[in-house]
């Protein structure tokens, strides 16, 4: 199976600052990676997917790149309400696996 | 608009079985893949398989194989998922998701993704 791994597990930052999450593939997946946001209680939300594009009505100050086995998350400009647990998972196969995820916190 | 709406939360004993369900609506029902996720309390979200509802055809992680069923009923635009030898690790939430999937032309490739997400279903095992 494809394993992910994700850097940081845990993040503080301010809003207004730019944020970056990796996402590491055991092995080459292509652009078959997407990005979740979740917040507590909630369901996770796409925001992402083929490593790239991005979601009707996700803000623009998300964005994703990466393709192979390295993947970034960014976040231009942190806003109060992206503080929130980040996911990222792998479509290569129908195997499908998530990253276990990046908690951006208020700092 | 496309809505996942789940059934309500389960209390089981270890050794049991819980059938959860995920009734779609506002879109074609056979169209997309239901997939089934679940978390933990504090934990990451874990993959548990797939299901075409068109065909039936279902994709269980590994770790799942043998005590979990996938089924649906096409009248009623309904999934469920079924999981058995309940232990307490397997309390969890439990999250249905629609599979979708995009064309990209200078690709070549179709890539998933899943878009919709029901709103979770509380699981307890516990004697």
Known sequence: DIQLTQSPSFLS???????????????????YLAWYQQKPGKAPKLLIYAAST????????FSGSGSGTEFTLTISSLQPEDFAT?????LNS?????????????? | ?????????????????VKVSCKASGYT??????????QATGQGLEWMGWMNPNSGNTGYAQKFQGRVTMTRNTSISTAYMELSS???????????????WRYFDWLSAYYPY??????????????
Do not use: H, M
């Open chain 1, 13 to 31: 930052a301010s809003v207004g600052d730019r944020v970056t999450i990796t996402c590491r593939a055991s092995q080459g997946i292509s652009s």
């Open chain 1, 54 to 61: 991005l979601q009707s009505g996700v803000p623009s100050r």
């Open chain 1, 86 to 90: 980040y996911y990222c998972q792998q």
């Open chain 1, 94 to 107: 129908y195997l499908f696996t998530f990253g276990p995820g990046t908690k951006v916190d208020i700092k």
């Open chain 2, 1 to 17: 608009q496309v809505q996942l709406v789940q059934s309500g939360a389960e209390v089981k004993k270890p050794g049991a079985s």
């Open chain 2, 29 to 38: 029902f056979t169209s997309y893949d239901i997939n089934w996720v679940r």
């Open chain 2, 86 to 100: 309940l232990r307490s690790e397997d309390t969890a939430v439990y999250y249905c998701a629609r599979g979708a």
């Open chain 2, 114 to 127: 899943f878009d919709y997400w029901g709103q979770g279903t509380l699981v307890t095992v516990s004697s």
